[in-house]
């Protein structure tokens, strides 16, 4: 099976990334931290600004970037607190809500990986990004990502899916997206 790379957003690592991580190696995908060498590469929300351009990967897989003009990021990440809280508690989550925010706090102090997803966000990444699978997903609550995926500034059309759930989706149901990378790969 091949390699694959999860690049995680702002405020975010391998303890929330955790049952995703366990579910790509039960399917026997090895984990690289390289996303040079990868031969996929999974990034969900600022994450997808850190892919780098010389990479070798065959499938990208981008899962609710941060682009919605005209739309501040204190407004999204505002909608996300409230809508991660109904959420956890509609769906019984509470548990993996405490957790989840608790490494989320943690890893928000890496205040450089922000930086360097601001860098790479005015450095048009990855607007240009040519591999030959790429696929962007949008889940349908997501408070970061603009609904009209059509209308996204990729220089070459990616494959657009829409999918059920918050932003966070990827952490709590990640079958959906393992499915989506069996597909790409």
């Known amino acids: 099976m091949p390699s694959v790379c ?6 975010e690592g391998r303890h929330v990334g955790v049952n995703f991580e ?14 040079k060498v990868a031969e996929i590469i999974i990034a969900h929300s600022g994450g997808c600004y850190l892919i780098p351009e010389n990479n070798r990967a065959n499938c990208v897989l981008l899962i609710d970037m941060p682009f919605w003009p005209r739309k501040s990021l204190f407004s999204s990440f505002v909608q996300k607190f ?22 989320n706090l943690l890893y928000g ?9 601001y860098r790479g966000k005015k450095q048009n990444k990855p607007w240009g990004i040519k591999v030959p699978k790429l696929i962007v997903v949008r889940n349908e609550n997501d408070t970061f990502c603009m609904p009209d995926l059509d209308q996204l500034p990729f220089v ?17 149901n990640p079958e959906r997206y393992l499915e989506l990378i069996k597909l790409g790969s």
């Open 156 to 172: 070459y059309k990616p494959q657009l899916v829409d999918l059920p759930g918050e932003h966070d989706d990827c952490w709590v």
């Open 82 to 103: 409230f809508r991660d809280l109904k959420f956890s508690f509609k769906f019984r989550y509470k548990r993996w809500y405490i957790y989840k925010t608790f490494w």
């Open 22 to 35: 366990k579910l790509l190696k039960q399917a026997g995908y090895s984990l690289q931290d390289d996303p």
């Open 109 to 117: 102090l890496n205040i450089f990986r922000g930086v360097r997803m």
């Open 6 to 11: 999860v690049i995680y957003g702002i405020a």
